[in-house]
C-alpha cells in the first residue's frame, strides 16, 4: 500500500474506476490470450473452425510478396511500376504498427507521404468534394519511394529532428523529438510549390472488423462538433466518399478517417502501396506525367481479383485484439483512474456495443473497449500536418484506438506512436497532445513521478 501513500488523491480515483477497468477482454468475445511476436495475428477467439481457413487464405495475400508480370505466379503479379511495398506484412509488420525510417535504414519502409495541393479552382474544389484531397499533379497523391529495376522511385523519404522540452510541475523535463521532412531525389520533376505532406506510419491491424462494426447511430450520438455540451471536446464525423456505395458515408480508417469500409481501405492500399488495380480502383497510381505505367507489362486487369480482396477483407476484419495484462495491479488500477481524471476518456471511449451483424456473427453485438470514439479532433498546431482530408482539417486526426498498445514493443521491437512516429514512448505520445486534449496534457503535467508511471503503466496494461 506504499504507492497510494504517495498520492491523496488514489483512493477517491480508485473508486471511481469504470467497471471497464477489470474486463480483460477488450474485444469481447473475440480477444485471444497470447504473448510474444504473435500477439496481434491471432484469429477472432470465437471464429468457428470452418472460417479460420478462409482467415489463412486471406493473411497469405496479405504476407507473401507480390512480384512483377508476368510472371508464373500470376495470382501475385502486378507489382508497381511505383510502389511503397512489395507485401502489406512489410509496413503492417507482424499485423503491427509501422516506424519512421531510423538512420540507417535506406527506405522508410512502414512509413509513407500523402501529397496534396490546395483546392483553388472552381474545377479543383469540386474534385476536393468527392475525392477529399487534390493530388499533386506530378507525383499524385502519396510518394512511391520504390520502383521496378531499371525505373525511377519518385523521391526518397528523410526525416530529421529538433528537441522540444516539456516540463512537469514537479520540475522534470521531458524532451520530445520535432519531426521534419525531406523529400529527395526527385524522380520525375519538381513538384508544385504548393505541395502538402503529411507522413504517415502503418497503423496496427487489430479489431478493425470491430470498429467497422459501430453503428453509425452511435458515433453520431458521440459527436458533438460545435461543442453543445460546453466540455471543450468538439468531435465530428469525417464524410468519405464510398467507391461501392456510390455515396458518402462516415470515414473509421486512416489517420484521418479517410475511409468509409476495411474493403475500400485495402483495395486503397493495393493501389496506392504496392501499386495494384482492382475493381475499386482500376486505375495504375501513376499520374499523367509518368508513362512508365503504360510502357510496362501490367498484371491483368484488375490485378487483385475480387475474390483476393474479400479473403483480405475477411482477414482484417477477424484479427483479434490481446486481452488486457496485470488489470488488478494497484499501480494500473491507479493509472486507469488518472486516465479518467484528466479526461482522456472524453476521446478515448472505453466501452461500446457492435451492433447486429448477420454476416459476420464473430462481430456481431460485442461489448468491446477500443479507446476511440472514431471520431475527428483538433490536437493542436504541434501535431497539425496542415492537410485536409474531406471535412478533416490541417489540425484534426481520427482519435486511435488504444487496445493492445502495451504488446507494440514485443511486436514490432519499438515503442514509436503516433501518425508519424515522432513519440518514442507512450509519455511523449501523450505530452504531443494539444487543441481540445491541452487541458487533458495540463493536467498530465500536474502528476508525480508515481502517477505518471502508474498512467504509463494503465496504457501498456491494455
Same mark, same amino acid.
Given at each position: 500500500?506504499?504507492?497510494?501513500?504517495?498520492?491523496?488523491?488514489?483512493?477517491?480515483?480508485?473508486?471511481?474506476?469504470?467497471?471497464?477497468?477489470?474486463?480483460?477482454?477488450?474485444?469481447?468475445?473475440?480477444?485471444?490470450k497470447?504473448?510474444?511476436?504473435?500477439?496481434?495475428?491471432?484469429?477472432?477467439?470465437?471464429?468457428?473452425?470452418?472460417?479460420?481457413?478462409?482467415?489463412?487464405?486471406?493473411?497469405?495475400?496479405?504476407?507473401?510478396?507480390?512480384?512483377?508480370?508476368?510472371?508464373?505466379?500470376?495470382?501475385?503479379?502486378?507489382?508497381?511500376?511505383?510502389?511503397?511495398?512489395?507485401?502489406?506484412?512489410?509496413?503492417?509488420?507482424?499485423?503491427?504498427?509501422?516506424?519512421?525510417?531510423?538512420?540507417?535504414?535506406?527506405?522508410a519502409?512502414?512509413?509513407?507521404?500523402?501529397?496534396?495541393?490546395?483546392?483553388?479552382?472552381?474545377?479543383?474544389?469540386?474534385?476536393?468534394?468527392?475525392?477529399?484531397?487534390i493530388?499533386?499533379?506530378?507525383?499524385?497523391?502519396?510518394? =512511391?519511394?520504390?520502383?521496378?529495376?531499371?525505373?525511377?522511385?519518385?523521391?526518397?523519404i528523410?526525416?530529421?529532428?529538433?528537441?522540444?522540452?516539456?516540463?512537469?510541475?514537479?520540475?522534470?523535463?521531458?524532451?520530445? *523529438?520535432?519531426?521534419?521532412?525531406?523529400?529527395?531525389?526527385?524522380? !520525375?520533376?519538381?513538384?508544385?510549390?504548393?505541395?502538402?505532406?503529411?507522413? *504517415?506510419v502503418?497503423?496496427?491491424?487489430?479489431?478493425?472488423?470491430?470498429?467497422?462494426?459501430?453503428?453509425?447511430?452511435?458515433?453520431?450520438?458521440?459527436?458533438?462538433?460545435?461543442?453543445?455540451?460546453?466540455?471543450?471536446?468538439?468531435?465530428?464525423?469525417?464524410?468519405?466518399?464510398?467507391?461501392?456505395?456510390?455515396?458518402?458515408?462516415?470515414?473509421?480508417?486512416?489517420?484521418?478517417?479517410?475511409?468509409?469500409?476495411?474493403?475500400?481501405?485495402?483495395?486503397?492500399?493495393?493501389?496506392?502501396?504496392?501499386?495494384?488495380?482492382?475493381?475499386?480502383?482500376?486505375?495504375?497510381?501513376?499520374?499523367?506525367?509518368?508513362t512508365?505505367?503504360?510502357?510496362?507489362?501490367?498484371?491483368?486487369?484488375?490485378?487483385?481479383?475480387?475474390?483476393?480482396?474479400?479473403?483480405?477483407?475477411?482477414?482484417? =476484419?477477424?484479427?483479434a485484439?490481446?486481452?488486457? *495484462?496485470?488489470?488488478?495491479?494497484?499501480?494500473?488500477?491507479?493509472?486507469?483512474?488518472?486516465?479518467?481524471?484528466?479526461?482522456?476518456?472524453?476521446?478515448?471511449?472505453?466501452?461500446?456495443?457492435?451492433?447486429?451483424?448477420?454476416?459476420l456473427?464473430?462481430?456481431?453485438?460485442?461489448?468491446?473497449?477500443? !479507446?476511440?470514439d472514431?471520431?475527428?479532433?483538433?490536437?493542436?498546431?504541434?501535431?497539425?500536418?496542415? *492537410?485536409?482530408?474531406?471535412?478533416?482539417?490541417?489540425?484534426?486526426?481520427r482519435?486511435?484506438?488504444?487496445?493492445?498498445?502495451?504488446?507494440?514493443?514485443?511486436?514490432?521491437?519499438?515503442? !514509436?506512436?503516433?501518425?508519424?512516429?515522432?513519440?518514442?514512448?507512450?509519455?511523449?505520445?501523450?505530452?504531443?497532445?494539444?487543441?481540445?486534449?491541452?487541458?487533458?496534457?495540463?493536467?498530465?503535467?500536474?502528476?508525480?513521478?508515481?502517477?505518471?508511471?502508474?498512467?504509463?503503466?494503465?496504457?501498456n496494461?491494455?
Amino acid at each position: 500500500m506504499k504507492l497510494f501513500k504517495k498520492s491523496s488523491v488514489a483512493l477517491m480515483l480508485l473508486a471511481s474506476a469504470s467497471a471497464s477497468a477489470y474486463d480483460v477482454k477488450s474485444g469481447g468475445g473475440t480477444s485471444v490470450k497470447k504473448d510474444g511476436a504473435n500477439a496481434y495475428s491471432m484469429p477472432a477467439g470465437n471464429l468457428p473452425m470452418t472460417k479460420r481457413l478462409d482467415f489463412s487464405v486471406g493473411n497469405s495475400f496479405f504476407r507473401n510478396p507480390w512480384v512483377q508480370a508476368p510472371a508464373s505466379t500470376d495470382a501475385r503479379d502486378g507489382l508497381g511500376p511505383l510502389f511503397n511495398t512489395n507485401g502489406c506484412q512489410n509496413c503492417h509488420i507482424k499485423d503491427g504498427r509501422g516506424h519512421p525510417p531510423e538512420k540507417n535504414d535506406l527506405h522508410a519502409v512502414s512509413m509513407l507521404v500523402r501529397l496534396s495541393i490546395p483546392a483553388m479552382t472552381a474545377e479543383q474544389k469540386k474534385a476536393f468534394i468527392k475525392d477529399g484531397v487534390i493530388p499533386e499533379p506530378t507525383y499524385g497523391g502519396q510518394l =512511391q519511394d520504390f520502383a521496378l529495376q531499371d525505373q525511377t522511385p519518385e523521391g526518397q523519404i528523410n526525416i530529421t529532428y529538433t528537441d522540444v522540452p516539456v516540463t512537469f510541475k514537479d520540475g522534470t523535463t521531458v524532451t520530445l *523529438r520535432q519531426p521534419h521532412l525531406k523529400i529527395t531525389e526527385l524522380g !520525375y520533376g519538381e513538384m508544385h510549390p504548393d505541395t502538402q505532406f503529411s507522413a *504517415r506510419v502503418a497503423p496496427p491491424m487489430i479489431g478493425l472488423g470491430l470498429l467497422e462494426s459501430i453503428p453509425n447511430e452511435t458515433l453520431i450520438a458521440w459527436a458533438d462538433e460545435h461543442d453543445k455540451n460546453n466540455d471543450g471536446i468538439s468531435g465530428k464525423t469525417n464524410m468519405v466518399w464510398d467507391v461501392q456505395s456510390n455515396d458518402f458515408a462516415i470515414g473509421r480508417f486512416g489517420w484521418k478517417a479517410g475511409q468509409p469500409t476495411l474493403m475500400q481501405q485495402n483495395a486503397a492500399a493495393f493501389n496506392g502501396d504496392v501499386g495494384l488495380t482492382s475493381n475499386l480502383f482500376p486505375n495504375e497510381n501513376c499520374t499523367s506525367k509518368q508513362t512508365l505505367c503504360d510502357d510496362l507489362p501490367n498484371g491483368g486487369r484488375p490485378e487483385v481479383s475480387d475474390n483476393v480482396l474479400d479473403f483480405v477483407e475477411f482477414y482484417s =476484419q477477424h484479427l483479434a485484439v490481446p486481452i488486457r *495484462r496485470n488489470v488488478k495491479d494497484p499501480q494500473v488500477k491507479l493509472g486507469q483512474s488518472l486516465f479518467a481524471k484528466a479526461g482522456c476518456d472524453s476521446c478515448h471511449k472505453t466501452d461500446v456495443k457492435t451492433g447486429a451483424r448477420e454476416d459476420l456473427p464473430a462481430l456481431s453485438n460485442q461489448t468491446i473497449h477500443p !479507446y476511440t470514439d472514431l471520431l475527428l479532433h483538433d490536437m493542436g498546431e504541434g501535431l497539425a500536418d496542415n *492537410r485536409p482530408e474531406y471535412l478533416a482539417n490541417g489540425r484534426e486526426w481520427r482519435t486511435a484506438p488504444l487496445w493492445g498498445i502495451g504488446y507494440t514493443e514485443e511486436v514490432n521491437g519499438h515503442t !514509436y506512436f503516433l501518425h508519424d512516429g515522432r513519440a518514442r514512448n507512450l509519455l511523449e505520445a501523450v505530452l504531443w497532445h494539444g487543441g481540445e486534449a491541452e487541458p487533458a496534457k495540463q493536467t498530465v503535467l500536474t502528476f508525480t513521478k508515481t502517477e505518471r508511471d502508474a498512467l504509463v503503466a494503465f496504457l501498456n496494461s491494455l
